[in-house]
């Protein structure tokens, strides 16, 4: 009994488990899925070492290009090991073709570009470091604004006909000034007001590794340091930076991998008149 059991932990495909591991969430790329094992246990996802909670709380993802396998080991503490080969299901990316950004925003070539670029990623860098034991992401996650969304996770940008690097976050179109709103729990961790880039960049860690980036915000009502509640207004929608419009580019990342927040939110519901608001 105890071998047929091990391995139906291993073959089963499903997003959930009834017992000393349950997950919750989408296995494909670019998702996020929240875990729950015993107090004490310890968690590997692809033999790296996963934070968890001192109730058993944990959060794991996947990449854009995550292979179709991913193994999860989980050590309980009276010795028992469990493992799950998580089939990871394999997304189609869309193109996007952007055309008329200044060439400066491009490619940069100034010496105080390029230095200003190394000092904006350094500190956005710094600022998703923290990984802690807090389980801020467990309060779920809202919309931090709603409006026509104008690209999205893992589509590949070609910029004045020249091939970027995949866009990682999910834009909402809308007027400069609409109020954004903290989709989950955190501490802020940026509240920098021009970058490069992004233009007005919040950063804020939901525990555990787990961070929301909004970026292009033309104006930060937070700072750093800062605990905010899901639901409460913590910037404004903007044009700052590289843009060709007004919009929210909301992105996520869990320790190092670049995950999609719309595998976090339900579907967005909004009035017809607020889509060109």
Do not use: C
């Not at 000092?119 to 923290?130: G, N, T, Y």
Request: proline share 8%; hydrophobic share 35%.
């Amino acid at each position: 009994m105890r071998v047929a059991v091990f391995l139906v932990l291993l073959l089963v495909g499903a997003s959930s488990w009834a017992g000393p591991l349950e997950l919750k969430g989408k296995l494909e790329q670019g998702a996020l899925v929240i875990g729950k094992t015993e107090p004490g246990a310890h968690v590997r996802q692809d033999g790296e070492e996963v934070p968890v909670s001192p109730g058993g709380d944990f959060v794991i993802g996947f990449a854009r290009e995550a292979p179709p396998v991913s193994r999860l080991e989980v050590e309980l503490p009276d010795g028992r090991r469990l493992v799950r080969e998580l089939k990871v299901e394999q997304r189609k990316y869309n193109i996007q073709r952007i055309d008329g950004l200044p060439p400066a925003k491009v490619t940069p070539r100034k010496e105080a570009d390029l230095k200003r670029i190394r000092e904006d990623i350094a500190q956005a860098k710094k600022a998703r470091a923290l990984v802690d034991e807090r389980t801020d992401y467990l309060t779920g996650f809202q919309w931090p604004v709603k409006g026509r969304i104008s690209g999205v996770y893992g589509s590949q940008r070609v910029l004045n006909g020249k091939p970027r690097r995949p866009h990682f976050g999910v834009d909402i179109a809308g007027p400069v000034g609409k109020p954004v709103r903290a989709p989950a729990d955190g501490i802020v961790t940026l509240a920098h007001p021009d970058m490069f880039f992004s233009g007005g960049t919040l950063i804020m860690d939901h525990g555990q590794g787990l961070s929301s980036s909004f970026l292009h915000l033309s104006k930060i009502l937070v700072k750093e340091g800062d605990r905010v509640k899901k639901g409460q207004i913590v910037a404004e929608m903007g044009a700052t930076g590289r843009v060709t419009g007004p919009h929210l580019d909301w992105r996520m990342n869990l320790r190092g991998k670049r995950v999609d927040p719309q595998t976090v939110v339900p579907p967005m519901e909004i009035k017809q008149t607020e889509k060109t608001r």
